[in-house]
């Protein structure tokens, strides 16, 4: 079989819902204020380690 890979235009794309926890809640980002999805954007995301293995951190 000859497999393709899919392209989209812009035109043809629709945006995405991002949705997090708050407070034991999921609420979808669109829904915070303007100082709300500023602190949303400075979130780091980290990756717990074993013990005895150095720490990483990601970036959003």
Same mark, same amino acid.
């Given at each position: ?8 235009? #812009?035109? #043809?794309? %629709? ?20 100082? @709300? @999805? ?14 005895? %293995?150095?720490?990483?951190? %990601?970036?959003?």
């Amino acid at each position: 079989m000859n497999h393709t890979p899919a392209t989209l235009n #812009d035109t #043809d794309r %629709q945006p995405c819902e991002i949705w997090t926890r708050v407070m034991g809640y999921h609420r979808p980002v669109s829904s915070f204020n303007i100082g @709300k @999805k500023g602190e949303f954007h400075e979130r780091r995301f980290f990756v717990e380690r074993h013990a005895g %293995q150095a720490p990483t951190t %990601q970036t959003a």
